[in-house]
T-cell receptor, first 111, second 114 residues
Framework: GESVGLHLPTLSVQEGDNSIINCAYS??????FIWYKQESGKGPQFIID?????DKRQGQRVTVLLNKTVKHLSLQIAATQPGDSAVYFC??????????FGTGTQLKVEL | DTAVSQTPKYLVTQMGNDKSIKCEQN?????MYWYKQDSKKFLKIMFS???????INETVPNRFSPKSPDKAHLNLHINSLELGDSAVYFC?????????????FGPGTRLTVT
């Protein structure tokens, strides 16, 4: 369960709407970015990744956009469903397998 | 089929005790990791092992000692537990090579120190 004092940014969307979750990073040397989804009581689960030589990548209902100029990453979820409710993390690495995670965004889907 | 498994799922213990968390992966990966997730959901890497060798060791108190008996297992032993050690600990694994590979996470172990 969630702890008292949790201050995760929260995004509330209506079922069927599109969701956009944003992430800012600071490391100019970052060349690989990943979005993870973490449902309550579970470990993070890979959603989609993108390398720094791309600015857009699409998956099933998800799109990741990368703007290296302003060091910004976003995850777009089309036709958001109740099962999409979770905490979403962006992560980045400048090389190797050491991932640095962002603070996470709680997505709540309202019926 | 469980890819990355951890035991126990919950661990409640008193300050000063020593405890271990076990992790196993059946994905054939060469690299395994331990992460700590605090009460604000912040996720931070602690250690990484590649083929039983330590390759990442973040600023973690030396009360935490990872042990990798083989490349499919990475256990975490914690001595003299403190209140601040309360968190969810995640094990993860990935392939290793010239590129960067997706990390697969276990279900987590919620450690509560009283």
């Amino acid at each position: 369960g969630e702890s008292v004092g949790l201050h995760l940014p929260t995004l509330s969307v209506q079922e069927g709407d599109n969701s956009i979750i944003n992430c800012a990073y600071s490391n100019s040397a970052s060349d690989y970015f990943i979005w993870y989804k973490q449902e309550s009581g579970k470990g993070p689960q890979f959603i989609i990744d993108i390398r720094s030589n791309m600015d857009k990548r699409q998956g099933q209902r998800v799109t990741v956009l990368l703007n290296k100029t302003v060091k910004h990453l976003s995850l777009q979820i089309a036709a958001t469903q109740p099962g999409d409710s979770a905490v979403y993390f962006c992560a980045e690495t400048g090389g190797g397998n050491k991932l640095t995670f962002g603070t996470g965004t709680q997505l709540k889907v309202e019926l | 089929d469980t890819a990355v498994s951890q035991t126990p799922k919950y661990l409640v213990t008193q300050m000063g005790n020593d405890k271990s968390i076990k992790c196993e992966q059946n994905l054939g990966h060469d690299t395994m990791y331990w992460y700590k997730q605090d009460s604000k959901k912040f996720l931070k890497i602690m250690f990484s092992y590649n083929n039983k060798e330590l390759i990442i060791n973040e600023t973690v108190p030396n009360r935490f000692s990872p042990k990798s008996p083989d490349k499919a297992h990475l256990n975490l032993h914690i001595n003299s537990l403190e209140l601040g050690d309360s968190a969810v600990y995640f094990c993860a694994s990935s392939r290793q090579g010239s590129g960067i590979y997706e990390q697969y996470f276990g279900p987590g172990t919620r450690l509560t120190v009283t």
